[in-house]
């Protein structure tokens, strides 16, 4: 059973096609990360699927509905929490629940039990009867997360739901969703952190220029790009005969600098005492040794050309600047 | 149907809730109409003494309509602010992601706006018992003034609410405010229309805020005429039906565009 289904979905405004031609497919039950820079096309992507912006190519269908020929079903089976945390600072983080509660139809006394419960689930009853505008962006965090979660959804989109946060607060936010994972929510979420879909999602898709260019389990995505490599610091002796030593183990990469040796290995880890052994009949002495396993990010380097995070750093600056 | 009821009466709440925590929304509401009454009152109360002017017991008695009228377009006014801090904060994005009929949301916020109306209208007409006017035509009188002030709060809502969705700025709607006053002093909400001077009079004749503002006077100063009663429903009429056209309109705009 597949809980969201899109093929060939896209978004023209004007002139500027912010999503060309999405084709994914989310499972029931698991937690999809859509990975990619600012202004890539995630955004426009779940804005589509939670019907808040009409597609002007392709189709999609959310928990078994048409985004745009059954709007009001697919609300009915969705929760968003989006990505500015839209949420009233005059209101009191219980009256914006049981305003969701109303919303998604609830009667009064379910909406108010349901309240109660979920502010104690985000550990907000302190604060529930204090003024959203007083809360910390966490704490914003948390209750959008526990808006978004009134009428139970099957499945749960989070737009960026830890963009701007500390890493404690990131850490709680994870927590929840694996939590939520667990009892059976889909979960569709985008992020442009590597680390957060590494850890959380089962499936990742990255976009760039509203294209997919990449998708699988981060496993999967890792392995496609090679086998990890062993990064050795040599502390004495000749550098060439370090690389015709490592040379006889795995395939040489190109080194980073004058005193390091790369070499990819088959076996990762297993191949490690063997190139210790190595080097040390050959009477090379090691500073340091260290397995590299490829990250998010060399598949993102790999399949878009630049660094994900470094762009992500770049604009943080050009905005803090 | 009742689901839908209960989240008009939700939003509507939430939405009275945010003028009263917000006090730059509430003040036009009140406080501004209530010193142009006093400072008119005070200053100007010899008008009532002009050869054309209507026949009043006193110029607070006149002015009542006047005080109401520029309170409930400043509620329009104010409401159509509201809707698009709403929409600028990604607030309207919770809301059209609900499983809700999307013409709740705007009958929402002016049902928030109608009620401001009807706070407006229970204002201006105490402050006018305790100052010695009389409502001439007695409870039905007053009655009359406090449904037609509620109805047209709402009706100028709809206009600030498409205004709010169409453009998504609460500044380009805080714009209008100078202009919510020319149509007012263009109107006979704050002189009687026999005592104004060409170009103005020939607007204020056609201007349906004139015949809004006869209909909420017209109950304070004399008796119940139903003629007077009329042309102010269908004015009203008119703005909700301009007003909810061109909501409907901007509705459909806002979710093509995002």
């Known amino acids: ?321 | 149907m009742a689901a839908n009821l209960r989240v008009v009466r939700a939003l509507g709440m939430r939405s009275i809730r945010q003028t009263f925590r917000r006090p730059q929304l509430m003040a036009p509401i009140v406080v501004f109409p209530t010193l142009l009454l006093a400072v008119q009152t005070g200053g100007a109360g010899s008008a009532v003494d002009l050869p054309g002017f209507p026949p009043v017991q006193g110029f607070l008695q006149f002015m009542l309509a006047g005080a109401m009228m520029q309170s409930l377009m400043l509620a329009g006014n104010s409401g159509g602010i509201a809707f698009a801090v709403d929409i600028e904060m990604g607030f309207t994005d919770r809301l059209f992601a609900a499983p809700i009929p999307r013409f709740t949301i705007v009958l929402g916020r002016l049902a928030g706006t109608a009620a401001l109306g009807l706070f407006s209208a229970l204002w201006f007409l105490a402050i006018g018992l305790l100052f010695g006017a009389e409502i001439h035509s007695g409870v039905a009188g007053a009655l009359i003034a406090v449904v037609l002030v509620t109805a047209t709060a709402m009706a100028v809502g709809g206009i600030g609410a498409a205004i709010a969705l169409r453009s998504g700025s609460a500044s380009v709607v805080q714009g209008l405010f100078p202009l919510v006053l020319v149509v007012l002093f263009l109107s006979s909400a704050f002189f009687p229309l026999d005592l104004m001077i060409q170009p103005a009079k020939a607007i204020a004749e056609y201007n349906p805020f004139s015949f809004i503002a006869e209909g909420v006077r017209n109950p304070i100063i004399a008796d119940i005429d139903a003629t007077d009663l009329l042309y102010a429903l269908l004015s009203i009429a008119g703005i909700v039906v301009l007003g909810l056209v061109l909501s409907a309109r901007a509705l459909r705009h806002r979710l093509k565009v995002g």
């Open chain 1, 1 to 321: 059973m597949r809980a969201i289904v899109v093929e060939g979905l896209e978004r023209a405004f004007g002139e500027v096609k912010a999503v060309q031609g999405v084709d994914l497919e989310v499972g029931e039950g698991e937690i999809y990360g859509f990975l990619g820079p600012n202004g890539a096309g995630k955004t426009t992507t779940m804005r589509m699927l939670t019907t808040l912006l009409l597609p002007t190519g392709g189709r999609a269908t959310v928990a078994g509905h048409d985004v745009v020929g059954e709007p009001r079903a697919v609300r009915a089976s969705i929760g968003v929490a989006l990505q500015e945390a839209a949420l009233d600072p005059l209101m009191t983080g219980r009256e914006l629940i049981r305003l969701q509660a109303t919303l998604q139809g609830l009667p009064t006394a379910e909406g108010r039990r349901r309240a109660d419960d979920l502010l104690e689930r985000v550990d907000l009853v302190a604060a529930a009867d204090r003024r959203v505008g007083s809360y910390s962006g966490g704490m914003k965090r948390r209750l959008d997360l526990a808006a978004a979660l009134v009428h139970e959804p099957r499945v749960l989109f989070l737009d960026e739901p830890t963009t701007g946060l500390d890493p404690v607060s990131r850490k709680t936010i994870w927590e929840e969703v694996r939590e939520l994972n667990d009892e059976g929510t889909t979960v569709f979420l985008t992020t442009q952190y590597l680390e957060e879909a590494d850890q959380l999602a089962d499936n990742v898709g990255i976009i760039d220029g509203g294209r997919i260019v990449a998708e699988g389990t981060p496993e999967s995505l890792k392995a496609e790009i090679g086998n990890p490599h062993i990064q050795l610091q040599i502390a004495e002796g000749s550098i060439s005969e370090a690389e015709e030593v490592c040379g006889r183990i795995g395939k040489l990469l190109p080194p980073t600098d004058a005193r390091t040796v790369l070499v990819e290995v088959a076996n990762g880890a297993a191949d490690i005492p063997r190139t210790v052994r190595a080097l040390d009949e050959a009477g090379i002495g090691v500073e340091s040794l260290e397995l590299v396993r490829p990250t998010l990010d060399d598949v993102f380097v790999a399949k878009t050309g630049y660094h994900l995070e470094k762009e992500n750093e770049a604009e943080q600056d050009a905005v803090e600047a």
